[in-house]
């Protein structure tokens, strides 16, 4: 269980006490080298949360996504030169509205753009 000591009230715009949160979860890594100079790697993280708070108006917290998956590709070209790519999909975000009563929405999932970088060693 986690206990933090303060946030930010939607509807005061000032910093209170919480009570009590709790964050469950499981992160699964994959990864493999289907080549000498290759290597693949994915993940997905799943996040259970809970606002436990006694007289809370929510159920969970806002911007927790509770799917992530991620891709990656590792890979060297030889002669020191180095190449990176990757992709994150991120689903189930709730956020809550600022006037009362308090209602609660699902952001729209997304999926970050491609990622890549290529690197060259100096000798």
Same mark, same amino acid.
């Given at each position: ?8 009230? =939607? ?13 469950? @979860?499981?992160?699964?890594? @994959? +990864? ?11 993940? !997905? ?9 006694? @007289? ?5 917290? *806002?911007? =927790? ?6 891709? +990656?590709?590792?890979?060297?070209? @030889? !002669? ?25 929405? *699902? ?13 060259? =060693?100096?000798?």
């Amino acid at each position: 269980m986690w206990k933090t000591s303060s946030k930010k009230n =939607r509807l005061t715009d000032r910093f209170e006490n919480n009570q009590e949160y709790r964050f469950r @979860g499981i992160e699964l890594t @994959g +990864e493999t080298r289907p080549w000498e100079r290759l290597r693949l790697r994915v993940r !997905y993280t799943h996040l259970d949360n809970e606002d436990r708070s006694s @007289g809370s108006e929510i159920d969970e917290l *806002q911007y =927790r996504p509770e799917n992530k998956v991620s891709f +990656e590709a590792f890979t060297d070209f @030889g !002669y020191g030169f180095q190449g990176y790519l990757s992709l994150l999909h991120v689903a189930d975000q709730f956020f809550y509205s600022r006037q009362e009563p308090v209602q609660k929405a *699902q952001l729209d999932n997304f999926t970050l753009p491609l990622q890549s970088h290529k690197t060259s =060693r100096e000798s």
